[in-house]
Nanobody, 114 residues
Framework: QVQLVESGGGLVQPGGSLRLSCGAS????????MGWYRQAPGKERELVAV???????SYGDSVKGRFTISRDNAKNTVYLQMNSMKPEDTAVYYC????????WGQGTLVTVSE
């Protein structure tokens, strides 16, 4: 079993930046993909970005060119650097670690507003 703890959410102005972190503990040896998803009020959860153990990445269309996912395998931590943020980026951001199942963090709220 894998436990995930996110940090770094908060309030940011449009055009600003924020970095999220997610630390994994437990059966971390079994982790394959790690990634970030988000869910805005009234909307379904959507993919933000994923990264493989080797560092290959994939992004949702709405964040390409603005967000960067990275991973420190030694620390079992994944990061999400968010730049040029927009009000539509407002959501609860969830960390995900794929083993034989999906493991989720508790979520961290990101609000983009003046």
């Amino acid at each position: 079993q894998v436990q995930l703890v996110e940090s770094g959410g908060g309030l940011v102005q449009p055009g600003g930046s924020l970095r999220l972190s997610c630390g994994a503990s437990g059966s971390t040896f079994s982790i394959n993909y790690m990634g970030w998803y988000r869910q805005a009020p009234g909307k379904e959860r959507e993919l933000v970005a994923v990264i493989t153990p080797g560092g290959s990445t994939s992004y949702g269309d709405s964040v390409k060119g603005r967000f960067t996912i990275s991973r420190d395998n030694a620390k079992n931590t994944v990061y999400l650097q968010m730049n040029s943020m927009k009000p539509e980026d407002t959501a609860v951001y969830y960390c995900n670690a794929r083993t034989t199942r999906d493991n989720w963090g508790q979520g961290t709220l990101v609000t983009v507003s003046e």
